[in-house]
């Protein structure tokens, strides 16, 4: 089943324009992920980066519509943090171009309390 589609919509002195975004297989191409930028904060600011090629000893190619998922780990000296960064990309074409990843936080499940 299709999902239904999101229409955005904006309306200007009575004129109203609508929005449908369709994606088109046909006119996509695959992407491959060649290498990671992470900037890592850690509870107190210090900054570590972390450059590399690939994500887990790949450079995975992602088709139209594909996914890749995967699971990493970083040290962080403080209970908490947080990271962000960027994956260097590459079309079918040669066309290098850097996407940008969101910010997330870093928070360990035992956090030690302080009583005062």
Same mark, same amino acid.
């Given at each position: *089943?299709?999902?239904?589609?999101? !229409?955005?919509?904006?309306? =200007?002195?009575?004129?109203?324009? =609508?929005?449908?975004?369709? $994606?088109?297989?046909?006119? +996509? +191409?695959?992407?491959?992920?060649?290498?990671?930028?992470?900037?890592?904060?850690?509870?107190?600011?210090?900054?570590?980066?972390?450059? @590399?090629?690939?994500?887990?000893?790949?450079?995975?190619?992602?088709?139209? @519509?594909?996914? $890749?998922?995967?699971?990493? @780990?970083?040290?962080?000296?403080?209970? +908490? @943090?947080? *990271?962000?960064?960027?994956?260097? *990309?590459? =079309?079918?074409?040669?066309?290098?171009?850097? &996407?940008? &990843?969101? !910010?997330? +936080?870093?928070?360990?499940?035992?956090?030690?309390? =302080? &009583?005062?």
């Amino acid at each position: *089943m299709n999902a239904p589609k999101t !229409a955005y919509r904006a309306v =200007t002195r009575q004129i109203e324009v =609508t929005a449908t975004p369709r $994606f088109l297989p046909e006119r +996509s +191409s695959p992407v491959q992920l060649k290498t990671r930028h992470w900037r890592i904060t850690d509870a107190q600011g210090r900054l570590q980066e972390v450059r @590399g090629a690939g994500v887990v000893g790949e450079e995975p190619v992602l088709k139209p @519509g594909e996914n $890749f998922e995967y699971t990493s @780990g970083v040290p962080l000296p403080t209970p +908490s @943090g947080f *990271m962000t960064g960027t994956y260097g *990309m590459v =079309t079918a074409a040669g066309e290098e171009f850097d &996407i940008d &990843i969101p !910010a997330f +936080s870093l928070d360990t499940p035992q956090r030690e309390r =302080t &009583i005062n």
